[in-house]
């Protein structure tokens, strides 16, 4: 309610909105002479302290010839509303001084993106040009990539936007970038859909004409990270017309400096990574693998990179590298220890566990699409997120795992065939978690905080095919650390939005803000029978006990006054949650965490998988496939 006139409040009113008005006005003069760029106006004391200590003066003195708009009559900007438009009363027009319109953004120029040799000089150094490619719905992914090349100083790279948003976006970050093409979608195009072999068949062309242009060129796809400049590995082989990367699972390079044994390592040589030389048989296998795929629409290039270069395969001197396309062209393969692939890198440790520093990761080997990849990243501190993502508002839940050793050492199946009554060790150390998992998930709810997950551990590799505890080619110590995307479907648990998530390593992680790791209370829960547990009082400690089995009302009540810590740390969770006192909120709570549960694949006798049940200690619930259990649960296949 705005004071009447003769309000002795008004006076008051008026003379505060006044001075505002004047400090107002003062930053108004500051801030158009530093856009004007007037020379005597520099940012120091006796530029402009005397000149605005000056202006402030003249304009407090004289607030009452200007004239001062009242919210009750202006819109959000300082200007009339449409119910007052033209009947605001008018002060003195001394003075008055017309203001300079603002510019209009000048749009785009996209057509100066278009790839050419002018474009590409800009960027390119010592003839070489490293290249990526993405469409509006992976910027984050590219903004990521680039920042990672960034660090290391490394300029020379290009991204081709797949659509005019993304080459905007790009644009707008200051990202050098060149245009694709205006035909894709600014969506996630998948694995296998007809968009993805479009996009394949333009990003071989647009490598041709990067060697047409004469540069040496290294092609990597968005979903890596590089952690040293590849250019100085690629100038130790200046022999070679191409370098690849693979899916292979073992090396033959522990140093991570040398190539790969061409022998020894015939897995799929995965397009993610490529290195070109610009040269004339480089070319020419370039335009008969342009051939191969315009024949056959449905024909994937990385296939047909691989039966390319299959033909008429012929070792070189040391097994260094193979002569192919005819003896044409020599081609060497990139170690996976330091050139890692999202097995020997998130699975394997293979670099850590060799003492090896990675050339790049790259997100190959997972489950759970783009969200997986993204989490896997965040997991080993590899993704950058911006400033909020460290500090949720609301604080985060975070607990101490229970991993009993008994479990741990029977996770594992170390025999010759590997069939469905083998598979009990890696359940009941993987169920064991997920039923922490769930408590932790059903406080963060209640309590509306933020769930910092859990580091997980399992017994046996997984894979898209039947093996005995490792994917065959493999050989690594287990139980191991497992990525999240082995057990709960990233994808479901990130876009159902039903508790927001951290990666595991995310206290760990020194873009948290120290202030909020510090700000930790410890919940101590309390043990089955045991005596006395009388809670906490928040004014003599950050440390509460809490009683189990309580349902999410409970909770909330006996936390209340605990919300001002940015941590919660459970010291356990195993018997921390006894579920949601309303049947509605109950049932969605069951819904959605079995909604969320992967696979584990696959048994060899018989052949099948085997599906994660987050529920699988409760006697009776109904399952993600609308199974009911109204035993305790065990390994079934399918559906």
């Known amino acids: 309610m705005t004071p009447s006139s003769n309000h002795p409040a008004?006076?008051?009113?008026?003379?505060?909105?006044?001075?505002?008005?004047?400090?107002?006005?003062?930053?108004?003069?500051?801030?158009?002479?530093?856009?004007?760029?007037?020379?005597?106006?520099?940012?120091?004391?006796?530029?402009?302290?005397?000149?605005?200590?000056?202006?402030?003066?003249?304009?407090?003195?004289?607030?009452?010839d200007l004239q001062v708009s009242d919210p009750a009559t202006t819109g959000a900007a300082g200007r009339p509303s449409k119910a007052s438009a033209g009947g605001a009363k008018k002060g003195k027009k001394k003075g008055k001084r017309k203001r300079k319109k603002k510019s209009k953004p000048k749009p785009y120029d996209l057509a100066s993106y278009k790839l050419t040799r002018e474009l590409v000089d800009k960027y390119a150094k010592d003839n070489f040009i490293t290249v990526s490619f993405g469409n509006l719905y992976y910027i984050g992914f590219i903004e990521n990539w680039v920042r990672h090349l960034q660090e290391m100083g490394v300029t020379n790279y290009i991204v081709g936007a797949m659509d005019d948003e993304a080459l905007k976006g790009l644009i707008d970050r200051d990202i050098n970038a060149f245009s694709m093409s205006h035909s894709f979608p600014q969506s996630d195009f998948g694995w296998g859909s007809k968009t993805f072999y479009k996009m394949a068949r333009r990003k071989i062309k647009l490598i041709k004409e990067f060697l047409e242009m004469g540069l040496d060129v290294m092609v990597s796809d968005v979903d890596t990270v590089w952690l040293q400049d590849p250019n100085v590995f690629f100038k130790k082989h200046p022999s070679l017309d191409i370098m690849t990367s693979t899916d292979a699972l073992r090396t033959s390079s522990p140093t991570g400096q040398t190539l790969e044994d061409a022998d020894k390592t015939r897995e799929a040589y995965n397009i993610g990574i490529l290195y070109f030389r610009s040269t004339a048989a480089t070319k020419e296998f370039l335009n008969e693998w342009v051939r191969l795929i315009e024949a056959d629409k449905d024909y994937w290039d990385q296939n047909a990179f691989n039966d390319l270069l299959r033909r008429d395969f012929k070792l070189g001197e040391g097994n260094q590298y193979f002569k192919a396309y005819g003896d044409r062209v020599s081609v060497g393969i990139l170690p996976v220890s330091s050139f890692c692939n999202g097995h020997t890198y998130f699975v394997q440790?293979?670099?850590?566990?060799?003492?090896?520093?990675?050339?790049?990761?790259?997100?190959?080997?997972?489950?759970?699409?783009?969200?997986?990849?993204?989490?896997?990243?965040?997991?080993?501190?590899?993704?950058?997120?911006?400033?909020?993502?460290?500090?949720?508002?609301?604080?985060?839940?975070?607990?101490?795992?229970?991993?009993?050793?008994?479990?741990?050492?029977?996770?594992?199946?170390?025999?010759?065939?590997?069939?469905?009554?083998?598979?009990?060790?890696?359940?009941?150390?993987?169920?064991?978690?997920?039923?922490?998992?769930?408590?932790?998930?059903?406080?963060?709810?209640a309590l509306n905080r933020t769930l910092v997950m859990p580091k997980l551990f399992c017994g046996n590799d997984r894979w898209w095919a039947p093996h005995d505890g490792t994917i065959p080619g493999s050989a690594f110590e287990r139980p191991f650390v497992c990525p999240l995307d082995h057990v709960i479907d990233v994808n479901v648990l990130v876009n159902r939005k039903y508790v927001d998530i951290r990666e595991y390593s995310?206290?760990?992680?020194?873009?948290?803000?120290?202030?909020?790791?510090?700000?930790?209370?410890?919940?101590?829960?309390?043990?089955?029978?045991?005596?006395?547990?009388?809670?906490?009082?928040?004014?003599?400690?950050?440390?509460?006990?809490?009683?189990?089995?309580?349902?999410?009302?409970?909770?909330?009540?006996?936390?209340?006054?605990?919300?001002?810590?940015?941590?919660?740390?459970?010291?356990?969770?195993?018997?921390?949650f006894k579920g949601f006192s309303a049947p509605a909120e109950e049932s969605e709570f069951r819904a959605v965490v079995e909604g969320m549960m992967g696979i584990w694949c696959c048994v060899r006798a018989p052949t099948g998988h085997i599906w994660y049940d987050m529920l699988w200690d409760v006697v009776p619930h109904v399952d993600k496939h609308n199974r009911k259990w109204d035993a305790p649960w065990e390994m079934k296949l399918g559906p």
């Not at 400690?541 to 919300?563: E, M």
């Open 506 to 576: 995310f206290l760990e992680n020194q873009r948290t803000p120290r202030e909020f790791r510090d700000s930790q209370a410890l919940v101590r829960v309390c043990g089955p029978g045991e005596g006395e547990c009388s809670g906490g009082d928040p004014e003599s400690g950050p440390v509460v006990s809490l009683p189990p089995h309580l349902d999410d009302a409970q909770i909330k009540n006996h936390l209340a006054s605990y919300s001002q810590y940015k941590v919660l740390r459970f010291d356990s969770m195993l018997n921390a």
């Open 10 to 64: 008004a006076a008051e009113t008026g003379k505060w909105k006044y001075a505002a008005t004047a400090v107002g006005l003062v930053l108004l003069v500051v801030t158009c002479a530093v856009g004007l760029g007037l020379a005597d106006f520099a940012f120091d004391r006796g530029a402009v302290g005397e000149p605005v200590a000056k202006i402030a003066s003249q304009l407090l003195f004289k607030s009452t």
């Open 349 to 445: 440790s293979m670099p850590q566990s060799l003492g090896v520093e990675p050339y790049v990761v790259h997100a190959t080997f997972q489950y759970s699409g783009t969200e997986g990849k993204r989490h896997r990243f965040r997991e080993r501190m590899l993704w950058y997120d911006h400033p909020e993502y460290y500090a949720p508002d609301n604080g985060v839940l975070v607990y101490d795992a229970d991993l009993p050793q008994e479990l741990l050492d029977g996770g594992a199946f170390k025999g010759l065939r590997l069939e469905l009554k083998d598979t009990k060790g890696h359940f009941d150390l993987v169920n064991h978690q997920l039923k922490q998992i769930r408590h932790a998930m059903g406080i963060a709810k």
